[in-house]
């Protein structure tokens, strides 16, 4: 399987077979970059990504709190090839109730797929609803074109 994903903001992603002369050192640094793309394109669509889950709350802030590399059984891996991402990211927000708000998005990115197999909240303090992530999949579905 391989890996070949990139980002709108993050053109540049990590080789899943390090070539010749691709040494251990470059290839932490284009995995480093890719995290920073994903980190940098949250903050752009933090508000989108909340309105999807609680359309009457402001996103204040998104922190990309884990990224690993995955192989085709979802089991963390950490040299190529790769058969996707997961990444888990917390939102903060406010709303006219809350003032502290938080929402922990867990992402699953399969690359056989080309798309992410698994989207889920794992905790907020938010109330949600049925119709609540609804359209989900084509948000963070953009991340990865």
Known sequence: MVF???????????STSRGEGTTEEEFKGSSEKFQSGIASWLKCKK?????SYLPYATASDVK???FLYID??????EKPPFGGFAISF????KSAE???GYLKILAIYDDSLKSFSKIEVTTTNGRLNENS???????????MK
């Open 4 to 14: 070949t994903a990139s980002l709108i903001l993050c053109s540049f992603c990590p």
């Open 64 to 66: 990309l709190h884990e």
């Open 72 to 77: 085709s059984d979802y089991k963390p891996k």
């Open 98 to 100: 809350v003032t502290d």
């Open 133 to 143: 992530g609804k359209g989900i999949e084509n948000i963070l579905g953009e991340m």
């Open 90 to 93: 917390i939102i903060y927000w």
């Open 47 to 51: 508000q989108e990504i909340l309105e």
